[in-house]
């Protein structure tokens, strides 16, 4: 069988996955948007259903508002143990923040509230050893390995778990001498432990390094033939392959999610952010061959007879319920709550958003696009280079200084949109840019219905705007700007681009949202 990789494009850095019998669960990072953690199932690790949210409520983290794209929920790890998921996470620069983990029996329904760490540092990862132990290991000036005595009661039915005890952290090893090591694993294969991490920064240089021991604390001896896992140096189109985890399937096969970039072109600049990658392993003298061709590279199509021969859970959007990630998409807004794929940015302001008969109203605050601050907007991953998305919006009336629109979204100061607006006393759709401290109108035309349907279509080159009137066939294109300066390289860290509903100082009606792939 070939498969294509990325399996989950997008913004979905850090991967963490697991298995439960014949059932795989993935999560990614997600930083500043809210809900926190989304998360995956499969059952043949190439198709992939959202089913949940790990962090959905307020009272389970705060996230900052400083340094966009750069702060917020970092890499989480995803373990299973005696009838209990568990998910360990670090919120970086929140004002409840820190390393804690949450669980739950059921990973379709609520995730408990946080059990806080007192640990510094971030990426952490919980390890079950087979004598009952349970251990932590994580990032500070190195990584290093602690143990923690847990508690499990139940009480009304519910398991409540609380961390009791932290055993004195040990520094077990710095890996390979690469910068910023980073999301660190253990495992006991065979026998022996292995520490797995992440090395030479989230970038161009990234790569994964391994080695082990027959102690848990050490001393580690570093593989041979490290890294494992690195695109660096390499033609290949997928880029800055790292932090990885290793997963078991039911037949005794390996393999390794970890995450990568598709830049646009050269020079080298990446818009849909870190995406997650899966490549096959195999073990030879007691370590493990990453890739294809045991080359340690991640290919963007991959031949293997090695996949669980399993069907997938749902193969079409309309025979499910949640969500399948990499596909076509349609919202019309007539339930009362938003669907897995949206997010906002920040924890919501819930008043802002109302669910009526007649779609979602977003109740405008007084933050557009360019605020640091809580905005009246739901977004979702930009998750192909070639896409059109179409929202059908209504605003009876618009104050002088009010609007709404589409948007495709980096961050506060690297965004364009088009939008219903007021200008000069009249009614006209504007499309607008922004680039850092750059910021313009390129477009106004004049326009006098209430009800209009915006148009997005992004390729590897540009982003253009375009609208539909009342008994217009085809869209009208008014606006376009180029995807290059919408790239983590020109405005951002860690994330990629979300297409984003929005409405400030205004109210506006959501009737119906599409996001097509070309």
């Not at 251990?135 to 519910?158: M, P, Q, W």
Request: hydrophobic share 35%; net charge negative.
């Amino acid at each position: 069988m070939k498969y294509t990789n990325p399996i989950l494009s997008g913004f979905h850095p850090d991967p963490s996955i697991c298995r439960v019998g014949g059932d795989f669960y993935l999560v990614t990072s997600s930083f500043e948007y809210f809900p926190g953690l989304p998360l995956f199932h499969s059952t043949d690790l190439i198709h992939w259903e959202q089913i949940n949210h790990i962090l959905s409520r307020d009272s389970q983290f705060t996230l900052t508002k400083e340094a966009p794209n750069c702060l917020g929920i970092y890499a989480p790890t995803i373990r299973y143990h005696e009838g209990v998921y568990y998910c360990i996470v670090t919120n970086v620069g929140g004002p409840a923040g820190g390393n804690f983990f949450v669980y739950t029996t059921d990973p379709y329904g609520d995730w408990s509230d946080p059990v806080m760490l007192p640990f510094g540092g971030i990426d952490p990862s919980l390890f079950f050893d087979d004598d009952g132990k349970v251990y932590y290991s994580g990032t500070d000036t190195g990584v290093f390995i602690a143990e923690l005595t847990l508690s499990k009661t139940t009480v009304e039915d519910r398991i409540q778990i609380r961390c009791e005890h932290v055993g004195k952290q040990i520094y077990a090893w710095n890996g390979s001498g690469g910068n910023n090591p980073e999301g660190p694993h253990l495992y006991k294969i065979n026998g022996m432990y292995y520490l797995m991490m992440a090395e030479g920064g989230t970038e161009y240089c990234h790569m994964v390094t391994i080695a082990r021991s027959d102690s848990v604390y050490g001393p580690y001896e570093a593989c041979p033939h490290n890294p494992i896992l690195t695109n660096r140096s390499t033609d290949l189109p997928i880029k800055a392959v790292g932090h990885a985890d290793l997963v078991e399937d039911q037949n005794g096969n390996w393999w390794s999610v970890c995450l990568g970039i598709r830049p646009l072109g050269y020079p080298f600049r990446h818009n849909l952010g870190r995406e997650t990658m899966l490549v096959p392993v195999t073990w030879e003298q007691g370590w493990p061959v990453v890739g294809m061709n045991g080359d340690g590279h991640v290919d963007a199509e991959i031949e293997t007879s090695l996949l669980p021969c399993t069907e997938p859970a749902c193969s079409t959007p309309a025979e499910c319920s949640r969500y399948l990630p990499g596909s076509s998409f349609t919202d019309t807004f007539d339930t009362a709550a938003m669907h897995l794929s949206w997010n906002t940015i920040y924890n919501p302001d819930h008043t802002l958003y109302e669910f009526t008969e007649n779609g979602l109203i977003l109740h405008g605050n007084e933050n557009g696009l360019s605020s640091s601050d809580v905005k009246s907007l739901i977004c979702r991953r930009q998750e192909h280079f070639d896409f059109t998305a179409r929202l059908t919006l209504s605003m009876e009336t618009i104050p002088e200084n009010g609007e709404a629109g589409l948007a495709i979204y980096m961050n506060n100061r690297h965004h364009y949109e088009i939008a219903m607006a007021v200008v000069d006393q009249k009614r006209c759709l504007i499309v607008r840019r922004q680039i850092g401290s750059l910021r313009a109108v390129e477009n106004v035309i004049a326009y006098d219905s209430s009800t209009v349907i915006l148009q997005l279509t992004g390729t590897r080159e540009s982003y253009t705007f375009a609208y539909c009137g009342d008994g217009q066939d085809a869209p009208v294109t008014i606006g376009s700007g180029e995807a290059q300066y919408l790239t983590t390289e020109v405005g951002g860290c860690f994330t990629g681009n979300y297409i984003a509903v929005y409405a400030a100082n205004a109210d506006a009606v959501c009737k119906k949202f599409s996001y097509d792939i070309q």
